[in-house]
């Protein structure tokens, strides 16, 4: 049986999200997997109840890495690819690094050499830490979740993988309730939907946002708190629409939200920005808008006002999921990059001993 040892950064984090997604590959080709963060945290709220979750530990309460047939570092980060590095020399052990958000570009403000400066200036050590990750990523073996980072670091695109599931019920409601899965950070958009629902109250818009009530909430928002991954999916599925309004900056390029995964698989009608891989994940199954446009999302939103329109959409949407994201979809190239790593590292170790 392949035996495979996650290095995640945090046990609380969101970035669990992304192991978990990895951790689905490993369950479907029954490979036995154990992960592994710095410290010893409560494990993510949204994953906390899961199986997922009894198979976390922090690195203090780890042991028999020696078994081990692959070590994989989620995140081009110190807390996880560089402790990975250190613990894969040690014990002679193949690493395969994924990278699923542009952490270490954000990091560095992408190609805008103002920011780029400003940052040196302030933050030198950061800087030539976050460069030297980077150079290492480029040089190890890599997979990614989606083609924006694949042109960065090559390797397989791995996407965020979902369980195969059946839609979600159609609605036919002529009040449509529009979901927003995430925090409310200013680079999600959250904002700008506000804006764009309460522009839509002629249409009987309710908005349900997974995230606590600021002072400012209207009634037609219903502000639900932090859920778990299995309530998120019934909030979705519950839902008419759901919009991921990111607007430009350094997290939002290069990013594939799980929760555009989530709402495809579930059938829903999607409205999402022009901001790459989410139009190349939505392809033709669902409405594209101009980032930070409260009247281009206005106008989305009075289009799928329309129970038919909105079926159309999410039938399209949960396909294209299908094909692109399920565990099943994905589950080869997965368990041929993992054997690519370890075949490499084989073939160096044999040329060493030559």
């Known amino acids: 049986m392949m035996r495979v040892v996650f290095f995640t950064p945090s046990l609380a984090s969101n970035s669990l999200g992304r192991t978990y997604s990895l951790w689905l590959l490993t369950e479907a080709l029954g490979w036995e997997a154990v992960i592994i963060a710095p410290r010893a945290e409560p494990i993510w709220e949204p994953l906390a109840e899961s199986g997922f979750a009894d198979r976390c530990i922090p690195l203090s309460a780890a042991d028999q890495l020696d078994v081990a047939h692959l070590f994989i570092a989620v995140k081009p980060t110190e807390q996880s690819f560089g402790v990975a590095q250190r613990l894969a020399e040690y014990h002679d052990k193949p690493l395969l690094l994924d990278i699923d958000d542009p952490d270490i570009e954000a990091a560095l403000s992408w190609r805008s050499p103002v920011r780029r400066l400003a940052k040196g200036l302030l933050r030198a050590s950061q800087i030539r830490s976050f460069k030297r990750l980077r150079r290492q990523a480029k040089m190890a ?6 083609p924006i980072l694949q042109k ?30 995430g925090t409310n950070r200013k680079h999600k958009g959250l904002h700008i939907l506000r804006r764009a629902v309460e522009r839509r109250q002629d249409l009987g818009y309710t908005l349900t946002i997974t995230d606590q009530a600021p002072a400012d909430a209207k009634r037609w928002e219903r502000w639900i708190g932090t859920t778990s991954l299995a309530e998120g999916l019934e909030i979705v599925d519950s839902g008419d629409v ?22 495809m698989l579930s059938g829903r009608a999607i409205i999402v920005t022009d901001i790459e891989p989410m139009p190349w994940a ?15 999302l206005a106008t989305a939103l009075g289009e799928t006002a329309d129970p038919a329109r909105r079926e159309t959409i999410g039938v399209a949407a949960h396909e294209r999921a299908v094909e692109l994201f399920s565990v099943e979809s994905n589950s080869t190239v997965f368990a041929g990059a993992a054997r690519a790593a370890i075949d490499t590292h084989q073939h160096g170790k044999r040329s060493e001993s030559r």
């Open 152 to 181: 960065i670091y090559g390797g397989e695109i791995i996407p965020h993988v979902r369980e195969q599931r059946p839609a979600g019920p159609s609605r036919t409601t002529r009040n449509p309730m529009i979901v927003f899965v």
């Open 242 to 263: 759901v919009v991921i309004p990111s607007t430009r900056g350094g997290f939002a390029r290069g990013q594939l939200p799980a929760k555009l995964v989530d709402a």
């Open 141 to 146: 073996h890599t997979i990614v979740s989606n």
């Open 282 to 296: 939505l392809g033709a199954a669902g409405i594209t808008i101009r980032p930070s446009s409260v009247s281009a």
